[in-house]
């Protein structure tokens, strides 16, 4: 029976190129994310080219009920979940601390924090029944240091390292791996998102170095799951070659 991944946040980015490794490697999957349109041409080019299950469920993590009504509605067969990829998250602002608006703390607090609490909650459970399974969370550099502007991105990601810990103690006892993933600077949708669809201002982020492609962070995911049971990855750093910390990228023009 083949097995099964579920990942949040697979419209774009690290969610998207996790879903199509985790196809090429012959997973069912459970795709999520508010972008239905991106997640059902997803569905059909992952079913098409490699012949595995995919359902779609769209979903705000932000939604406590949403997410406890989709996933608890799936049938049995689909919550025999054995990897569940905590992904979907954001910025918004990069402004001072003074400046901050109380809208984008509460997204980022609400889907970094407690939108990757709401579904591990509930596929949690269902790996404590089967007494078996694999949570990877996506924390980041800015769970690990804090930088200008970063206050409550970084808290957020703070949090989520917190929680990877947490995790892998609270779950100990049913057989569960938890790995925090933290990436540096990858080239994704994320800085448009930060800067609210400043494509210009986003391009910026990336030029004059080489930053990491989703596809690198989904391989990095990808040799965690395929370690051998006994085998649990705990934590790890990613930064391209061109960056030391947070704020210290050398760029070709400098
Ligand atoms: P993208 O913006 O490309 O992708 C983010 C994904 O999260 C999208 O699929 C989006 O789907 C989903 N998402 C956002 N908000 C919600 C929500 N409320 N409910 C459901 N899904 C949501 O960014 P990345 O791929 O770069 O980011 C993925 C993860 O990696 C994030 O947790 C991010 O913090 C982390 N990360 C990113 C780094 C980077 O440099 N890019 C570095 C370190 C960590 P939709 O909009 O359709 O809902
Ligand atoms: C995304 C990477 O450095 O912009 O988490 O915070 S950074």
Redesign the pocket.
């Known amino acids: 029976m083949a097995q099964i991944a579920l990942v949040?946040?697979?419209?774009?980015?690290?969610?998207?190129a996790c879903a199509r490794i985790f196809a090429e490697q012959k997973f069912n999957l459970i795709i999520?994310?508010?972008?239905t349109q991106?997640l059902e041409k997803l569905s059909d080019e992952l079913k098409t080219a490699y012949g595995v299950e995919v359902k779609a469920l769209t979903?705000?993590?932000?939604d406590c009920s949403q997410v406890q009504d989709q996933l608890n509605s799936l049938n049995e067969s689909w919550k025999k979940v054995d990897v569940l990829v905590n992904?979907?998250?954001?910025?918004q602002g990069l402004e001072p601390i003074q400046n901050g608006s109380f809208q984008d703390w509460d997204t980022m607090i609400d889907?970094?924090i407690k939108?990757l609490l709401y579904v591990t909650k509930v596929v949690s459970a269902w790996m404590i029944d089967q007494m078996s399974g694999h949570i990877v969370n996506?924390?980041?550099?800015?769970g690990k240091e804090t930088y200008a502007n970063g206050n409550v991105y970084c808290a957020t990601?703070h949090a989520v390292d917190s929680l990877n810990k947490a995790m892998r103690i609270d779950l100990l006892p049913y057989n569960i791996r938890v790995t925090g993933i933290?990436?540096?600077?990858?080239?994704?949708?994320?800085s448009e998102?930060r800067f609210k669809g400043d494509k210009e201002r986003a391009k910026k982020v990336y030029q004059g170095f080489d930053p990491l492609t989703?596809r690198d962070i989904a391989e990095t995911i990808w040799f965690a799951v395929s370690r051998p049971a006994h085998v649990n990855i705990s934590d790890l750093l990613i930064m391209p070659t061109a960056q030391a910390t947070a704020g210290n990228i050398k760029k070709m023009t400098e």
């Open positions: 949040t946040g697979a419209t774009s980015g690290i969610g998207e999520t994310g508010r972008r991106r979903l705000d993590v932000r992904n979907a998250g954001l910025s889907t970094n939108g996506l924390g980041s550099i800015a990601k933290h990436p540096g600077a990858v080239e994704t949708e994320f998102v989703a």
